[in-house]
């Protein structure tokens, strides 16, 4: 009985801490944590790119088609003119600037070479295009996109 009396009062300290097992478990979870945000971030960046670059056509299209009703309305031809260092787009009619797109920040809007001009195409008062030619510019990972213009009949190509 005196051993039980005295197992009774006999204080064991365990002190609770973590294992070596249980630390390469946490670790391996932050990791992967980690791992999935960063992927997650890659693609939301190219994601981003990939819709700016489509935008960035659709802006150019528009802004070519809405600069050929303009001289169709107003019965005057104009120009569009390729400002590749300032990476703007700039329909004039004489001397009058009537409208101007920017390309995204990270473009860069390449030569557009015409028989008859460099970046620059004309659109005659019945609004055609005499050009043929192709816009091209590069997004923000340096890949190349077109846009390709038909002589005559007026359409316009993404490519």
């Not at 028989?115 to 008062?125: A, E, L, M, P, V």
Request: include cysteine; aromatic fraction near 10%; charged fraction near 25%.
């Amino acid at each position: 009985m005196q051993i039980d009396r005295s197992l009774k009062y006999i204080k064991i300290k365990i002190k609770k801490g973590w294992t070596l097992i249980e630390n390469i478990v946490v670790i391996g979870i932050f990791l992967l944590l980690a791992g999935s945000i960063l992927i997650s971030a890659e693609q939301v960046v190219i994601h981003e790119n990939t819709l700016e670059v489509e935008g960035c056509k659709t802006n150019i299209l528009t802004f070519i088609n809405k600069s050929r009703l303009y001289c169709r309305n107003k019965f005057k031809g104009g120009d569009i003119i390729f400002d590749t260092i300032n990476n703007k787009i700039v329909f004039k009619i004489g001397t009058n600037y009537i409208d101007k797109i920017l390309l995204p920040r990270d473009f860069k809007l390449k030569d557009i070479i015409v028989h008859d001009g460099y970046n620059c195409i004309s659109i005659d008062k019945y609004g055609f295009i005499s050009n043929a030619c192709t816009i091209s510019f590069l997004d923000k990972f340096k890949n190349k996109s077109e846009l390709t213009i038909c002589v005559g009949t007026g359409y316009l190509e993404i490519k």
